[in-house]
């Protein structure tokens, strides 16, 4: 069974692009969570897609928007980028059914802006 | 405000020690606990808790739930060099959200 797949692996930007990352979640997996990760601020929860409605939004400014396609595959996109947007990206897919919460990670998308 | 706080924030051990690593937590409608390890970029599930006293066992890995006091802890017995790592506690709530700790860095010396 494969994994959850995250494209690109890495990635360098300038302030004020825009850029798209991608998460293939596992097989039959309908729920894609997206998470921003910094040293100083952990973890921190974006956004999760569940059958290609956004179920819940985290803290972060409107330039951070994401979707579902109808195959769970998601997409992230962050517009106007900041140098603060350096972060890893991860995406986690999980089965959500009922007693089952378990998350599996991506490998993450490394986002430098400069 | 929600939050989940982990302590220690890094600890250093010899291969062979016990640790024990803590989570705290302040979230409304709790539905479950969970840790990750986490070596370079994805984090790995360890254990899902959901229940209080019942404790969870992997290996020389085991975890448990309070949630009365609103905590877990991750013990590891005769460590590696190879359980080096960041260990992440998250709490999810009924609303299918997650909330992460800082995590603790646990680096073992050989």
């Known amino acids: 069974k494969a994994g959850v797949t995250q494209t690109p692996r890495y990635l360098i930007k300038t302030r004020g692009q825009q850029v798209t990352l991608s998460c293939s979640p596992i097989?039959?997996?309908?729920?894609v969570s997206w998470y921003q990760q910094t040293p100083g601020q952990g973890l921190q929860f974006l956004f999760e897609?569940?059958?290609?409605?956004?179920?819940n939004k985290g803290n972060f400014p409107g330039r951070f928007s994401g979707r579902q396609f109808s195959n769970s595959r998601s997409e992230m996109n962050v517009s106007t980028l900041e140098l603060g947007d350096s972060a890893l990206y991860l995406c986690?897919?999980?089965?959500?059914?009922?007693?089952?919460?378990?998350?599996?990670f991506g490998q993450g998308t490394r986002l430098t802006v400069v | 405000e929600d939050k989940v706080v982990q302590s220690p924030l890094s600890l250093v051990v010899h291969e062979g020690d016990t640790v024990t690593l803590n989570c705290s937590y302040e979230?409304?409608?709790?539905?479950?606990l969970l840790w990750y390890k986490q070596e370079k970029k994805a984090p790995t599930f360890l254990f899902m808790l959901?229940?209080?006293?019942i404790e969870k066992k992997s290996g020389r890995l085991s975890s448990i739930l309070d949630k009365k006091e609103l905590f877990s802890i991750l013990n590891i017995t005769a460590t590696q060099t190879g359980d080096s790592a960041v260990y992440l506690c998250?709490?999810?709530?009924?609303?299918?959200?997650?909330?992460f700790g800082t995590g603790t860095s646990l680096t073992v010396i050989p």
């Open positions: 986690a897919s999980s089965s959500r059914t009922v007693g089952n919460t378990e998350a599996f």
């Open positions: 097989s039959g997996h309908r729920s």
């Open positions: 897609y569940f059958s290609e409605t956004q179920r």
């Open positions: 979230v409304t409608n709790f539905r479950s």
């Open positions: 959901t229940s209080s006293g």
């Open positions: 998250a709490v999810e709530n009924t609303g299918n959200q997650f909330y």
